[in-house]
């Protein structure tokens, strides 16, 4: 795959996941196991030696949730919730036995019957033609690494924290772990030879905004330590001794990326406002309370989605109103006069929870999950609405149930919460009597019905993630289908425009809060279409709100028009591009 060129210029192409260009040596490192070797044993010893793995898993767990501790802190919760697959796989009973039955049957050491179980079923895990499948091959070879470093007394094989000098990283395979460790002073990017898009890798490097490819195939294996190479994160390329014209285009890309932070810096704190005067309300996107002061850095104006669910992960109990209440009157008080718009528990489809034990579904997107879980599992769900009400008392706090499909639910949901008033009025406990509560919008029903909804809500959030994974019956996270899981649908456009109509007869406001609100090529689109408020994550608040001052509404109107009436996907975003390119190109200068 190399492609070796007269100046000695060479080229590796890979999938690129982080924005960004560096240059600088290269530092390979090899995941080089440590061999396992295979030790028999004698009846007597077997009991010990079963101890023995469970004070390593015990320490691995230990190591875990520190290493998990201090990316949730320094990163945030999201990413550090990426370390809950991890400590599934310690929590695998399945693969735990058949380890122990090892050591018994076959009379041989911890470390050689961990590694030989582990490995086989992260064989198969790897082999399985689906990415997120493959993606958890990747953390079972990273949880064995460490449970095998610590049968061993061994240390951490790559110690990414403390690279003397600042390099470019490239590795068969960088795990989380691994990937969370890294030293942003001195890892310029890097590369790894498997991975793909949606790996928890590139999450991490894009939160970290160090540039970084993956998919680089066999880089590792032909790349050498202290080579010279430019990594573009853009496009996806190394270039291994860059030739004089090359760096000097890549100088000019670079230039326009400083140039273009400079005027995302300058109207960073500047309302998100067209040229033609049409105001918007542009929010950030959070987990945790944590998040709060990225919110106030990105020059949001406010919480337009608090995902709550990572408040329950790794925990043996939920957490109790108390705790709940401490976390959401921590991001109201620090936001406040802000609003922060506070989701209810979303558990189930893909967020799983450790503690408590959920039945396998078939179709768990279709199962029990969300306001359908909370409406059978009350006292769960009263904890929170209680924890809510009392912290609206201390800022501007609003509330939104997810995944509401129809009436009902919506009225069960509002009946609850009048009971919790009314308890915390008897208790003499504050709360905002008028606090305001809304729903996400993210079923094919919901909107079929939004109007019966919109007379007893305050606000929509639309919920384009699921809205289109339910309306085109494409599994999000599915990557055999992901060409069909389409936000430019004309279903989509249509279905999100109906929303925008219902809510405005009855003079609510409506949001989209979804991935779609984070990219900037879509906002134009949004606008149009009439919503009110795009809630982003926070690094892309700054360039959404760019490409909004330079929009006029009128464009915005007329791009929704043609989408409304446009029978094609692929007609639509080209338009959206074009628009968006049109208006601020140096937001999409990669080249
Ligand atoms: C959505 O569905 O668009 C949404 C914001 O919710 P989540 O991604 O948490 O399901
Ligand atoms: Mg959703």
Not at 501 to 524: N, Q, R, T
Request: glycine share 6%; proline share 5%; charged share 25%.
């Amino acid at each position: 795959m190399a492609e070796p060129s007269q100046k000695g210029e060479q080229s590796f192409r890979g999938i690129p996941v982080s924005a960004g260009v560096c240059r600088g040596r290269i530092l390979v490192i090899g995941r080089s196991r440590s061999s396992i070797g295979k030790r028999e044993l004698t009846e007597s010893e077997l009991q010990d030696e079963i101890s023995r793995l469970e004070r390593s898993l015990v320490q691995t767990r230990h190591q875990l949730l520190e290493v998990q501790r201090r990316v949730s802190e320094g990163m945030g919760a999201a990413e550090g919730s990426i370390f809950d697959a991890h400590l599934l796989v310690l929590e695998d009973r399945t693969l735990l036995d058949e380890v122990i039955r090892v050591i018994q049957t076959q009379k041989v050491n911890a470390e050689y019957a961990f590694h030989s179980v582990a490995e086989r079923y992260a064989t198969t895990l790897a082999a399985i033609e689906d990415d997120y499948l493959r993606e958890r091959a990747t953390d079972m070879r990273d949880v064995t690494t460490r449970v095998l470093n610590n049968l061993l007394g061994l240390e951490d094989e790559v110690d990414l924290r403390h690279l003397k000098e600042p390099c470019i990283v490239i590795s068969h395979d960088l795990t989380p772990s691994s990937t969370a460790q890294l030293d942003k002073r001195n890892v310029l990017g890097f590369g790894t030879d498997v991975g793909s898009k949606t790996s928890h890798t590139a999450i991490m490097a894009r939160s970290l905004r160090i540039p970084a490819i993956v998919g680089l195939k066999d880089a590792s294996s032909r790349l050498e330590t202290g080579q010279y190479a430019l990594l573009d994160g853009f496009n996806g390329i190394i270039l291994v001794n860059p030739t004089d014209q090359t760096l000097f285009e890549y100088g000019q890309l670079l230039k326009k990326q400083v140039t273009l932070e400079e005027k995302l810096r300058d109207i960073q704190f500047k309302p998100a406002v067209t040229l033609d005067g049409h105001r918007v309300f542009l929010s950030a996107n959070i987990e945790s309370p944590n998040d709060a002061p990225a919110v106030q850095d990105a020059g949001a104006e406010g919480v337009g989605l608090f995902r709550t669910e990572y408040l329950y992960i790794n925990r043996e109990l939920p957490p109790s109103e108390e705790q709940q209440y401490q976390a959401y009157s921590e991001a109201a008080r620090a936001l406040k006069p802000l609003p922060v718009v506070i989701r209810t528990l979303d558990l189930g489809g893909d967020k799983f929870l450790t503690h408590l034990p959920l039945p396998r579904e078939m179709n768990p997107f279709l199962g029990w999950r969300a306001i359908r879980f909370c409406l059978q599992e009350q006292d769960i769900f009263r904890d929170q609405l209680r924890a809510i009400l009392r912290a609206s008392a201390e800022g501007n706090v609003k509330m939104m149930y997810p995944m509401i499909s129809g009436l009902d639910e919506l009225n069960q949901a509002n009946a609850l919460v009048e009971q919790c008033k009314g308890e915390l009025r008897a208790e003499k406990i504050p709360f905002d009597e008028q606090m305001e509560i809304g729903a996400m919008i993210e079923t094919p029903s919901a909107v079929i019905v939004a109007e019966s909804l919109a007379k007893r809500l305050r606000f929509f959030s639309i919920g384009t993630n699921d809205l289109i994974q339910y309306s085109l019956a494409v599994d999000r996270m599915n990557e055999k289908i992901a060409h069909l899981y389409e936000p430019t649908h004309p279903a989509i456009v249509r279905l999100i425009k109906a929303t925008v109509d219902a809510g405005h007869l009855h003079k609510i406001w409506v949001s989209v809060c979804g991935e779609m609100a984070s990219d900037p090529i879509f906002a134009p689109l949004l606008l149009g279409l009439g919503v009110d408020e795009l809630s982003a994550a926070p690094p892309l608040v700054a360039p959404v709100k760019f490409l909004i001052r330079r929009l006029k509404l009128t464009e915005a109107k007329a791009l929704a028009e043609f989408a409304l009436n446009c029978e094609s996907a692929g007609e639509i975003l080209a338009r959206c591009q074009e628009l968006a390119r049109q208006v601020a190109p140096s937001l999409f200068e990669t080249k």
